[in-house]
């Protein structure tokens, strides 16, 4: 049936009738990129056990990138802390699963404005910014993936619609899993554990897409997130409370049922506006930044709030509350309610209500949509657009530091210049104290770079 499935799925992704797929195989001592240059669309490249020193590049649609084991034995990708990201996915439709992929300075999986993708069964390990990144996309699948010991968020879905992060563990990350900026999520079965913060949802202010609604965090493992936040120093996610389970940060809409909650030392939940974290998020005009509507479900609570760290220790210090709550409103939200209150401690929630009884969210089975969602063609100017989009705002706001510096800025600095910035972004040097490195983008041709620096600098305020 799998095989059955899959082709047909591709033919609708290529619209394409009864199209051959052909498999091409990669050996140690070969680069996978070679392969993929000569793969046409729909084509499937298999990857035998072996070390890789490389970054992959897909820019073709229906692509299937398959890493083969064999007795237990991956193709692993390793950057050796020099490279910058594992793999890069700009085709729609694109499959990638069964590799390692370990020690890169910025993504290990990442994919950029691509539609129908899938990333599965995939041991994402050490990378500096984010393990697995879909950014800008819709329509996707990330299951079964093992995410450990990132400086950031284990897995990041960015300003994405119609995802499913299914079974996947993370762990010794500063977050488990983090959806932002993005619209209907399905959070599903994951253990998330031993991470200064096991799972987020948020709003995060300054990014294009301004709002943040429908994600559901259901029956997942929630367990020991008591790390020491170690992203690095200035990054927005520095500025994350560690111990928490959940936090929901301005984020509407969430639904967050049927979790283990287990010894997460500040909190088990906590939702947060914009005004809570003002160091780290500036207010954007554009966006409310109160989380509203939350429902929260029936959940396992145990141990939680042992031993508050951070700011929720000096919060519930001020406020004279000796032990962590399992559910902890700080700042304002609207319509927000609980389920069985009784069974719960909560702080901060004295204008939330019960919710209606037996509310549930069973009836969502997959956020995915029911079709692969149509791809069309961009011209050279839509993909500066698209670009900024799905590779730059992984790291850059307009107004507000999250990896790096704010465009606002950046447009003073090359003003009338764009070739200016075409040759930084493709061999970025150290200029800012206090900030990381910037990967160079130098795989992406330069006259979408040149589009990409135009977009930047006619940006005004939104
Ligand atoms: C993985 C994170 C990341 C991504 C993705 C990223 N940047 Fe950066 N960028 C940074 C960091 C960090 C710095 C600051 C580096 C330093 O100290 O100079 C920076 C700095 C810059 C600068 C400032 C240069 C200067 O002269 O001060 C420009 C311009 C820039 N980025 C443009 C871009 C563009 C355009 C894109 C998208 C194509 C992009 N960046 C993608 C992290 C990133």
Request: hydrophobic fraction near 40%; proline fraction near 6%.
């Given at each position: 049936?799998?095989g ?6 591709l ?9 051959q ?12 990129q070679d392969?993929?240059?000569r ?9 035998m056990p ?9 820019d073709?649609?229906?692509i299937?990138?398959r ?6 034995e991956r193709?692993t ?5 020099t ?13 990638v699963?069964n590799?390692a ?11 950029q404005?691509a539609n129908?993708?899938?990333i ?11 393990g697995?990144f879909p ?7 990330v299951?079964h ?6 400086e ?7 300003m ?7 079974y ?23 253990y998330?554990?031993g991470n200064?913060?096991g ?5 995060v202010?300054?990014l294009?897409?301004k709002?943040?609604?429908?994600t ?5 493992f ?5 790390l ?11 500025g ?5 389970g959940v936090?929901?940060?301005a984020?509407?809409?969430?639904i ?13 939940i906590?939702?947060?506006d914009?005004?809570s974290?003002s160091d ?5 005009p ?8 939350a ?14 760290k ?8 001020a406020?004279g ?7 902890l409103?700080?700042?304002?939200g609207?319509?927000?309610c ?5 069974a719960v401690?909560?702080?901060g929630?004295?204008?939330w209500s019960e919710?209606?009884?037996?509310a ?9 949509t029911?079709?692969?969602?149509p791809?069309?063609?961009l ?9 900024y989009?799905?590779?730059?705002t992984?790291?850059h706001?307009y107004?507000a530091?999250i990896?790096g510096?704010p ?5 003073t600095?090359?003003?009338g210049?764009?070739?200016g910035?075409?040759?930084?972004v493709k061999?970025?040097q150290?200029k800012w ?16 770079l ?11 305020p939104e």
């Amino acid at each position: 049936m799998q095989g059955l499935s899959s082709w047909l799925w591709l033919g609708a992704v290529l619209g394409a009738g009864a199209v051959q797929a052909e498999v091409l195989v990669v050996e140690p001592g070969q680069r996978i990129q070679d392969a993929v240059r000569r793969a046409a669309p729909g084509d499937v490249v298999e990857v035998m056990p072996g070390t890789y020193r490389e970054t992959v590049y897909v820019d073709k649609d229906g692509i299937v990138l398959r890493g083969i084991i064999v007795a237990g034995e991956r193709a692993t990708l390793d950057g050796e802390n020099t490279r910058n990201d594992g793999i890069l996915v700009a085709g729609h439709g694109v499959v990638v699963e069964n590799f390692a992929v370990r020690h890169y300075k910025a993504n290990g999986i990442m994919t950029q404005g691509a539609n129908n993708f899938v990333i599965r069964n995939n041991i994402v390990e050490g990378t500096s910014v984010y393990g697995i990144f879909p950014q800008f996309g819709k329509n996707g699948l990330v299951s079964h993936n093992i995410v450990s010991k990132v400086e950031d968020a284990a897995i990041y879905v960015g300003m994405c619609d119609n995802v499913d992060v299914l079974y996947n563990e993370t762990y010794a990350s500063v977050m488990g899993i983090e959806t932002e900026n993005s619209h209907d999520m399905l959070v599903e079965g994951n253990y998330v554990h031993g991470n200064a913060a096991g799972m987020v949802i948020s709003l995060v202010p300054g990014l294009p897409v301004k709002t943040a609604e429908r994600t559901i965090l259901r029956n997942n493992f929630v367990v020991d997130n008591n790390l020491d936040n170690f992203a690095p120093e200035g990054a927005i996610a520095a500025g994350l409370p560690a111990g928490i389970g959940v936090m929901v940060f301005a984020a509407d809409d969430a639904i967050i049922e049927g979790n283990v909650f287990r010894n997460n030392g500040s909190a088990a939940i906590v939702f947060g506006d914009h005004a809570s974290f003002s160091d780290v998020a500036p207010a954007d005009p554009g966006m409310d930044p109160r989380p509203d509507r939350a429902r929260v479900l029936r959940n396992v609570y145990i141990d939680n709030g042992t031993a508050p760290k951070d700011d929720i220790a000096a919060l519930l210090a001020a406020a004279g509350i000796d032990h962590g709550p399992d559910i902890l409103a700080t700042g304002k939200g609207r319509k927000n309610c609980i389920l069985d209150r009784r069974a719960v401690r909560e702080a901060g929630t004295e204008r939330w209500s019960e919710c209606e009884a037996g509310a549930s969210s069973a009836d969502v089975v997959s956020m995915r949509t029911a079709a692969p969602v149509p791809s069309p063609a961009l011209t050279r100017e839509q993909r500066g657009h698209m670009t900024y989009l799905s590779v730059c705002t992984g790291c850059h706001t307009y107004n507000a530091r999250i990896v790096g510096p704010p465009m606002q800025v950046i447009q003073t600095l090359y003003a009338g210049n764009p070739e200016g910035m075409v040759a930084y972004v493709k061999q970025p040097q150290k200029k800012w104290p206090g900030y990381p490195e910037m990967p160079p983008q130098d795989y992406l041709p330069d006259e979408v770079l040149l589009e990409v620096a135009n977009y930047i600098l006619a940006l005004r305020p939104e």
